[in-house]
Nanobody
Framework: QVHLVESGGGLVQAGGSLRLSCATS????????MAWFRQAPGKEREFVAF????????FVTDSVKGRFTLSRDNAKNSVYLQMNKLEPEDTAVYFC?????????????????WGQGTQVTVSS
């Protein structure tokens, strides 16, 4: 059983910041691709960022580049999504995901394991 436990969502004004956390097991953390996706009401799930197994490479989608940063804490088996300069368009449920496929990239279909999601709401 793969567990991904997210936290850190909330309500923030435009221009503010939030940090999302995703904690998992040491096996998943070291061997799986870990990613963040988001889904706004009425829209498809959208890729945000991923980090390769053991931190081998990090990629952030262009729409949030320069505002969002993905990082890892090896001691806590956790990945983080630091979100700065938030905009109302960033409002969505954010999901942490993990894939055992080292070729996993931006497509949700690659990811077999998902957290419960955490709501991020940005007010204007």
């Amino acid at each position: 059983q793969v567990h991904l436990v997210e936290s850190g969502g909330g309500l923030v004004q435009a221009g503010g910041s939030l940090r999302l956390s995703c904690a998992t097991s040491v096996h998943i953390f070291n061997n799986f691709v870990m990613a963040w996706f988001r889904q706004a009401p009425g829209k498809e799930r959208e890729f945000v960022a991923f980090t390769g197994p053991g931190g081998d490479g990090t990629f952030v989608t262009d729409s949030v580049k320069g505002r969002f940063t993905l990082s890892r804490d090896n001691a806590k088996n956790s990945v983080y999504l630091q979100m700065n300069k938030l905009e109302p368009e960033d409002t969505a449920v954010y999901f942490c995901a993990a894939s055992g496929n080292a070729a996993a990239t931006i497509h949700p279909a690659y990811y077999a394991y998902w957290g419960q999601g955490t709501q991020v709401t940005v007010s204007s």
